[in-house]
């Protein structure tokens, strides 16, 4: 999947997109929640100084809905 889909003239929302596909098909767990993962993400400025920005748990979850990967938690059978 990796090899198919990234390019190296992808943005921002497409890396990440591709980053949680990736992270869906390899861990452990039968879906992606904003308490099984950290996501940060580390740029460059203009100006040549690294920065990076931590995603919030509420940033992680629009990211996994957004991007289709995240499974809704199964309901309690009767």
């Known amino acids: 999947m990796l090899k198919q889909d990234y ?4 943005g921002r929302e497409e890396a ?3 980053a949680l596909k990736v992270l869906s098909k390899t861990m ?3 879906g992606l929640t904003y308490d099984k ?5 580390k740029f460059l400025l203009p100006s040549g100084e690294v920065k990076y920005q931590v995603c919030s748990p509420e ?5 996994l809905l957004k991007s ?6 199964a309901e309690p059978s009767a």
């Open 59 to 63: 940033g992680v979850t629009k990211l």
């Open 68 to 73: 289709g990967v995240n499974q809704p938690a």
């Open 28 to 30: 452990d767990s039968t």
């Open 7 to 10: 390019t190296e003239d992808l």
């Open 37 to 41: 993962l950290d996501l940060v993400a």
């Open 16 to 18: 990440d997109n591709l």
